[in-house]
């Protein structure tokens, strides 16, 4: 029995110096379990980037026709003044924003550590890519490449996020915020009318249009070849900063009177428009405004914060886990302060860079520094006055 035994001992002990490792651990399986995982994610993200890109383009695309058809004429009908002196400035002004910083935030590469002539302050060497690796940057397991002040890998811009490039991204999600809030604040009144109180607000829009389209049993001519008609519509479209948003054929014009009055269709901008299409329109962008203002107003947020400490999200995570296993405080190197943070993070302690010029409009300035060397934040700078 005890030679039993110990041949079993033997043959356990032989079979575990076999796949002894000096650092096995359960977080070390644990990781090794979980790489294919991640092989997998990585490499599917790397695949459908471009289809992401696609569709937030055909998103952002197909809510602005929508606010085009809808929108627009609504308040044209109903406070002309409003959407000409405020909604129409303000919502191309948010596009434009919106549009530039995204064609940015895809366009710039975050910034490569390839010039050996910047690599003067102490690098290190990265382990995947075997080349040296200067202060905040970091490694790309998608792109499989090293950038620097890297934040993370996002898929809805195909792109890393990092030092030149970071400005664009945090913009993009600001603005695209400030367009759903804009959209939901006009839309309310629109959506309330429709869904709530059952009232269709195409028709309304024709009123006016419809009662001089309306044929008179007493007259055998067509009244849309009366002069009178001819002078109204021809007013209406020259004060509408576009042309032929009310589009009614000559011909058959008791024909698209009772099409109007039955609610079936209605003419904009020479599309035609149905009911149910109507209020799928009003549930759709509210559906894609809501979702996006919750999630990216979220991420506006948090991301906020991290600038603010002088932290990308990569660092966030090394700095937490140092604060929790140091037996000290622990204090990040790059914080400057929430204002001194902000300024190098939007470029304004530059010359002739103001927050009115090119945060609030589309700007290609540079951010602060060349992305290799951050001895510059160590020593006190006096604080801007471009905010």
Known sequence: ????????????????????????????????????IFYLVDHI???IGRLLVSLVVFLISLIVVIAHLL?????WETNPVLMIGFLIPVGYWILLNLTFNFAQGVRVSPGLPSNPKLLTSTVTICKKCISPKPCRAHHCSICNRCFLKMDHHCPWLNNCVGHF???YFYLTMVY?????VFLILCGVSIAYRQLIQDDDVLPFIYEKLESEYKPSSDSSDNIANSPQQHISISIINSILPFQNVFSYPKDNSED??????????????????????????IYFVALICIGTTIALGVLCV????????????????????????????????????RRRNWEVFLGLDQHNVSFWKHILFPSTHCPTGNGYEWSHFF?????????
Not at 176 to 180: A, D, L, Q
Not at 256 to 280: H, Q
């Open 1 to 36: 029995m005890r030679k039993r035994l110990t041949k079993w001992h033997k043959l356990k002990l032989w079979f575990k110096t076999l796949f002894y490792n000096s650092c096995m651990s359960w977080s070390y399986t644990m990781d090794t379990m979980v790489e294919p």
């Open 45 to 47: 993200t790397a695949y």
């Open 71 to 75: 929108g627009i004429p609504i308040y």
């Open 165 to 167: 490039n970071h400005r």
């Open 176 to 180: 695209i915020v400030i367009g759903c």
């Open 256 to 281: 698209i009177y009772n099409t109007k009055i039955n609610g079936k269709a209605e003419l904009l901008f020479g599309i035609p428009v149905s009911r149910p299409m109507v209020i799928a329109m």
């Open 302 to 337: 948090w991301h906020g914060k991290l600038i603010s400490k002088g932290e990308t999200s990569i660092e966030y995570h090394i700095n937490n886990a140092l604060r929790k296993s140091q037996g000290y405080k622990f204090i990040n190197p790059y914080d400057l302060g």
């Open 379 to 387: 020593k006190k700078l006096p604080f801007s006055s471009n905010l």
